[in-house]
């Protein structure tokens, strides 16, 4: 049995030596395969695959099965510990302007309250963690946001309580607190970036790895795309703009779901597996034009399945043609935060001075890692 874990000393003496506890979890970029690990569509396009007893670079045997990339890059969200009320625990947003606190045993499932919850689940008392972005003013931009928060909340609970819980279990607890108390819709990439970092290839394996033990929902199989020598040649080729515009990515990813429920929505989405996989094969053998085409033919399906995806987008998508470069609403889309991707640099960046004024360019460089964790030794 765990007992409870009482912060409020410890932290006071933490905070005079200007030495809090902290978490910094960085957001990523997604792309073709994007949707594919919410929990529906995993479930729904897995298939038991003949794994080969020798793995290969290209994993051919899991062009069918569900997966996405995500591209780690250097924003996000710093959540720090602070002494708090002995009796009490409580989260506060710098950005969002919101606070919430309760008594440990008594925080009401409701999704103002997904991330006190987890510090109850880790039997914390007598701290406040104090959530606040990295880069101001991008709130909705489809990086993966509240997600990032949800799992780095995880994962600094997880350090003070002295790690009772391994990886893939932080991932499940984040997806399934977020989910479960109708905070988003949401899968399991933003958590497995933040946890593992870099540009990753991930198969999902819903319900474990056969033959593993130890494993559960959220396990994958990884594969790192590109080292961290090349990240500079992908960044020169990709760009983030934020069209100015927020938006509900409940509202798209309800409507990408519901088109499983019929034989047209089922078959286009049923398209979106060997699509993924070419784009992961285009990074890690940096074949930017088969980048470009990937990311075309994913974004025209996610149209036909919902229109209002592109939303606040479009005039950046014709722009982008001017330039032989095309465009990718990130997260649900909608508004928002919008990849720019041109396998030609040189066409990238004249395609950033067409857009400087008109869109604000929200400025990354790809790290490794996924997080970064700092005074957290009881």
Same mark, same amino acid.
Request: proline letters at 5%; a negative charge; hydrophobic letters at 35%.
């Given at each position: 049995?765990?007992?409870?874990?009482?912060?409020?000393?410890?932290?006071?003496?933490?905070?005079?030596?200007?030495?809090?506890?902290?978490?910094?979890?960085?957001?990523?970029?997604?792309?073709?395969?994007?949707?594919? *690990?919410?929990?529906?569509?995993?479930?729904?396009?897995?298939?038991?695959? *003949?794994?080969?007893?020798?793995?290969?670079?290209?994993?051919?045997?899991?062009?069918?099965?569900?997966?996405?990339?995500?591209?780690?890059? *250097?924003? %996000?969200?710093?959540?720090?510990?602070?002494?708090?009320?002995?009796?009490?625990?409580?989260?506060?947003?710098?950005?969002?302007?919101?606070?919430?606190?309760?008594?440990?045993?008594?925080?009401?499932?409701?999704?103002?309250?997904?991330?006190?919850?987890?510090?109850?689940?880790?039997?914390? !008392?007598?701290?406040?963690?104090?959530?606040?972005?990295?880069?101001?003013?991008?709130?909705?931009?489809?990086?993966?946001?509240?997600?990032?928060?949800?799992?780095?909340?995880?994962?600094?609970?997880?350090?003070?309580?002295?790690?009772?819980?391994?990886?893939?279990?932080?991932?499940?607890?984040?997806?399934?607190?977020?989910?479960?108390?109708?905070?988003?819709?949401?899968?399991?990439?933003?958590?497995?970036?933040?946890?593992?970092?870099?540009?990753?290839?991930?198969?999902?394996?819903?319900?474990?790895?056969?033959?593993?033990? %130890?494993?559960?929902?959220?396990?994958?199989?990884?594969?790192?795309?590109?080292?961290?020598?090349?990240?500079?040649?992908?960044?020169?080729?990709?760009?983030?703009?934020?069209?100015?515009?927020?938006?509900?990515?409940?509202?798209?990813?309800?409507?990408?779901?519901?088109?499983?429920?019929?034989?047209?929505?089922?078959?286009?989405?049923?398209?979106?597996?060997?699509?993924?996989?070419? #784009?992961?094969?285009?990074?890690?053998? !940096? !074949?930017?034009?088969?980048?470009?085409?990937?990311?075309?033919? #994913?974004?025209?399906?996610?149209? !036909?399945?919902?229109?209002? #995806?592109?939303?606040?987008?479009?005039?950046?998508?014709?722009?982008?043609?001017?330039?032989?470069?095309?465009?990718?609403?990130? /997260?649900? %889309?909608?508004? /928002?935060?919008?990849?720019?991707?041109?396998?030609?640099?040189?066409? $990238?960046?004249? $395609?950033?001075?067409?857009?400087?004024?008109?869109?604000?360019?929200?400025?990354?460089?790809?790290?490794?890692? %996924?997080?970064?964790?700092?005074?957290?030794?009881?």
């Amino acid at each position: 049995m765990f007992s409870t874990i009482q912060l409020h000393d410890w932290l006071l003496e933490a905070q005079k030596q200007k030495a809090l506890p902290k978490v910094i979890a960085y957001n990523r970029i997604d792309g073709p395969g994007s949707s594919l *690990d919410l929990n529906e569509f995993q479930q729904t396009f897995w298939k038991l695959p *003949d794994m080969p007893d020798k793995d290969d670079l290209t994993r051919k045997w899991s062009q069918n099965l569900p997966r996405t990339i995500g591209i780690t890059i *250097d924003t %996000g969200t710093q959540i720090e510990a602070h002494p708090f009320d002995p009796d009490l625990i409580g989260v506060r947003s710098v950005d969002y302007d919101t606070e919430v606190t309760a008594h440990p045993g008594e925080v009401v499932p409701v999704s103002e309250n997904w991330l006190l919850k987890i510090i109850e689940i880790f039997n914390l !008392k007598g701290v406040m963690f104090i959530l606040e972005n990295l880069r101001k003013g991008i709130h909705s931009s489809g990086l993966g946001g509240s997600s990032t928060a949800t799992i780095g909340v995880c994962i600094l609970a997880n350090e003070l309580a002295g790690r009772p819980f391994t990886n893939i279990q932080l991932i499940s607890l984040a997806a399934r607190i977020e989910q479960g108390l109708g905070l988003s819709i949401t899968g399991t990439q933003e958590q497995s970036n933040v946890l593992f970092g870099g540009v990753t290839d991930y198969v999902w394996f819903p319900w474990g790895r056969p033959g593993h033990p %130890g494993t559960g929902y959220g396990e994958s199989l990884r594969y790192e795309l590109i080292p961290q020598a090349d990240y500079g040649l992908l960044e020169e080729r990709m760009a983030i703009f934020h069209t100015g515009h927020h938006r509900q990515s409940a509202d798209v990813n309800t409507t990408w779901m519901n088109a499983l429920l019929n034989k047209t929505g089922y078959n286009l989405h049923s398209q979106k597996m060997k699509i993924a996989y070419a #784009y992961r094969e285009a990074l890690r053998l !940096k !074949k930017w034009d088969i980048i470009l085409e990937s990311i075309e033919k #994913y974004r025209e399906i996610r149209i !036909k399945l919902c229109e209002g #995806y592109m939303e606040s987008s479009w005039d950046l998508l014709e722009r982008a043609k001017r330039f032989d470069s095309t465009v990718f609403p990130l /997260g649900a %889309g909608g508004g /928002g935060g919008v990849l720019l991707f041109s396998p030609n640099p040189e066409s $990238l960046e004249n $395609l950033r001075g067409d857009l400087k004024g008109v869109y604000r360019e929200i400025p990354f460089k790809i790290r490794s890692k %996924g997080h970064e964790i700092s005074n957290v030794k009881l």
